[in-house]
């Protein structure tokens, strides 16, 4: 099993050097930035950072290349997109009532024992909730795999072959943030998961929620528009049971402990990581083995370092 | 009375030493829940509060305090509002208007700067201030030769951090621009909440006009300039999304107007307004009694409140309830909305200045142009 680095937003101050510099790796640098969409491929502060030589993967392009050439593959894509999109609306809909209810029952007072078991059956709820609708995703992917299975697509596949060559000649593979529904659909069409399982990789912010079995979408202090978390899909599960945070500070409400339990009790037994500016968290085999300014939200809406264990 | 200054004069007239000590050890004006107190120290023969507070008594006078030269006033101040103003000092005959020595907040405008009273719960928002993490966008300079001016127009060009001539930008333009950078901190609200994905990275342009009273009042030659020289300039030099949805015009006072009628003139034009404070003046009986400054304000509002239409996709209103101005602005929500306009109104316990505008940005530009925070996690 090979190490995974992760690491926060690399504005203003950049760790990624750092990081890279703590791996022992043989071979090329590549770099996947699908998730700047029309500005990926812009990497010359990243090389300058790191001071070494990096390939862009080129996911973005390719799959707009690809899309044009081969339209009924983009057709398939642009269907599973507007169903995902729909049922997250559905799912919207059922999740903020729920969410409310759950809210609700742990500011109230009341017999102890009574409360306890209905705080206890309302995180369930949500807990199911969000387990439905990961599920329901699940399948959406699968029905796109299966159609994608009965097309005649070479250039699709020419360019799927092209970028697992260079995967599998680099000796670490660096995935970085951005829009991560973009990212993660670039990553899954280029069925890069399991390639990704065997490599050394360093993933920041959207690149490390990609990471996760779970990718859970979350702001508590925007200023208009949605706010409660919302799981979004699976990630690739090269890390499982934890659900990263990317630039908590700035997202998440620290003084609502309330609201911040609900949260890391919803998600349990993942644990809830907080990814800023200059935090690194080193696994392998999907344990810790080392991590530095990065927290763990507790079931008491507090927020502890991250020990390695 | 404050219970402090009670406190102070408990045993009888305080001496010197006491009073120095009242002062080192309290911020003034002395603020609580919904209430206030101002305070002066000196030699005068009456002081008053000069609120600048439109719908009240903007003079009130200040009580002598028996005994010392201070002078002190008590009024009720409903939590987080926020006002102007300085103390009217008379001496011999002779009236000043002065700062408040004893208060360092102070807010600037294009005629000099006030003394700030902020009441019990009003914090400065925190995306106004500096951060150190958000990059920083660049101010450059645009000229302009205007047909409809007939002559030389500066503009000043924000463009986001990370800007790049392969992307395609929203626009936004600003009537008043550098007093809304100068006053209301509109370059750092730039950078911290393109920082923060509130709002997408944007170009915006900083307009201003040498003769606001008669351009900013409904003249046609200004909606000339802004429809047919101004964005189709800025469309040429920079890469701007070309979709209504992705342009805004904005401004404050008479700037509003300025935006309201440059957006009636070329409705297809801007999908976002943001008007603050807008200067709406109308009459619906009889003649306006703002003066002539407002004659050609109230012809055009007037017009457009008996003919309206939609004229942008979404309009944002702010107006503070302590300014006569918020009659016109209620007034105009209903007629918006019955347009088929998204309209959202925000009321701000706050008066006609700089910062209630700054204070404003925020609700503003992330309703019209919503970021991409949700999903980009950078």
Known sequence: ?309 | MNLRIENLFRNGVPDAAAVDDFFSKNRFPLVEPGQVTFVYRGQADEVHLRRWISGFNTSLPMQKLEGVDLWALAMELPGGSRFEYKFEVVRSGNRSLVLDPLNEVQAQDPFGANSVCQGFGYKRPDWTLHDPEARSGTLSGLQIDSKAFEGRRDVHVYLPARFRKSRRYPLLVVHDGPDYLRYADLKTVLDNLIHRLEIPAMVVALTQSPDRLVEYTGDPRHARFIGEELVPELAGKFPLVNDRSARGLMGASLGGVATLHAASQYPDMFGQLLLQSGSFAFSDLGHHQKGPVFDPVVRFVNKYRKSPFALAEKIYLSCGIYESLIYENRSLVPLLQNQGMQVNFEEARDAHNWENWRDRLRNGLTWLFPGPLWMVYE
């Open chain 1, 1 to 309: 099993m090979a190490r995974q680095i992760l690491l926060g937003p690399q504005s203003p101050l950049p760790n990624l050097r750092q990081a890279v510099d703590s791996l022992d790796f043989d071979g090329p640098i590549v770099v996947i930035t699908a998730g700047w969409q029309d500005s990926e491929g812009e990497i010359d502060e990243l090389r300058e950072d790191i001071g070494r030589p990096v390939e862009d993967l080129m996911l973005y392009q390719r799959t707009e290349e690809v899309f044009a050439a081969e339209p009924e593959l983009g057709e398939s894509q642009r269907e599973r997109q507007d169903k995902l999109r729909e049922l997250q609306r559905l799912y919207r809909m059922r999740l903020s009532p729920t969410l409310s209810a759950a809210r609700r029952l742990m500011l109230t007072e009341g017999d102890p024992d009574l409360l306890l078991l209905e705080q206890r059956a309302a995180i369930a709820q949500l807990r199911a909730l969000d387990r439905h609708h990961l599920r329901h995703i699940m399948v959406l992917h699968r029905d796109f795999d299966r159609r994608r299975a009965s097309l005649q697509i070479p250039l699709a596949i020419a360019q799927r072959e092209a970028v697992h060559r260079l995967v599998e000649k680099a000796g670490l593979v660096l995935i970085a943030g951005g829009h991560v529904a973009v990212l993660l659909n670039r990553m899954r069409l280029f069925r890069l998961g399991e390639l990704l399982t065997h490599k050394p990789v360093i993933a920041w912010s959207a690149g490390a929620m990609a990471m996760s079995d779970r990718i859970v979408l979350f702001h508590q202090k925007a200023p208009q528009g949605k706010s409660d978390a919302e799981v979004l899909d699976a990630g690739l599960g090269i890390v499982r049971q934890r659900v990263f945070l990317p630039n908590a500070r700035t997202r998440l409400d620290f003084h609502n402990r309330t609201r911040l339990a609900l949260f890391s009790r919803r998600f349990a037994p993942a644990r809830c990581c907080t990814l800023d500016n200059g935090s690194m968290i080193t696994l392998e085999d999907n344990q810790v083995l080392q991590a530095s300014r990065t927290s763990v939200l507790t079931g008491t809406g507090r927020k502890k370092a991250l020990e390695p264990r």
